[in-house]
């Protein structure tokens, strides 16, 4: 058995409203065990047999939209990849504020000539950098909230689904997949 974490994009900020209760019984329902939701914003985490990411991205994305009405893209990640991302984070040793470091999970990895489209918003003191599947973040100024660099931006420049957390969320998701 494998410990996953799958991350939901958009719950709870703005209009799209999900009850973890309601995330949790959709999740267990779909014969995954031990299932924990972290925080109020689309983060659950659950136990079952080793399965590709896109499969039970999928099945919790179709049983949301099924069972509630709720079209959201799903991710996911096993708890051993969250422990290697959290281990090779280049900006996570830079800063003692976990807010200013984040971390996009991305549908798929992306193309590199579209990576090389991604550009720091002018005025913007930030730095990125695109591991696999994931995109690195690190504002020092802590102008996250308010930055041009956003997931929607980075959805359309690299042609992938995008959903951002912050480290101390990245750090609490490794820890509750850790096997």
Do not use: C
């Not at 659950?44 to 919790?60: C, Q, W």
């Not at 090389?116 to 996250?144: D, F, I, K, S, T």
């Not at 959805?155 to 995008?162: I, N």
């Amino acid at each position: 058995m494998t410990r996953y974490a799958a991350l939901l994009r958009g719950v709870n900020v703005g209009a799209t409203r999900l009850a973890m209760a309601d995330l949790r019984r959709v999740v267990a329902d779909l014969g995954h065990t031990d299932v924990k939701t972290y925080l109020q914003s689309g983060n659950v985490v659950f136990t079952a047999p080793p399965t590709r990411d896109e499969v039970l991205a999928e099945g919790i994305a179709t049983r949301l939209a099924d069972d509630l009405g709720l079209r959201v893209p799903v991710l996911v990640r096993d708890g051993g990849e969250l422990a290697a991302l959290a281990g090779a984070s280049p900006y996570a040793g830079r800063q003692d504020d976990p807010t200013r470091v984040l971390v996009v999970f991305l549908s798929a990895a992306p193309d590199p000539a579209r990576v090389r489209e991604l550009a720091v918003p002018a005025g913007e003191e930030m730095a990125y950098a695109v591991v696999g599947r994931e995109l690195h973040l690190h504002y020092p100024a802590g102008n996250y909230g308010r930055t041009k660099f956003t997931t929607a931006y980075l959805e359309k420049t690299l042609g992938v689904v995008a959903t951002a957390r912050n480290w101390k969320s990245v750090l609490a998701l490794r820890d509750l997949t850790a096997g």
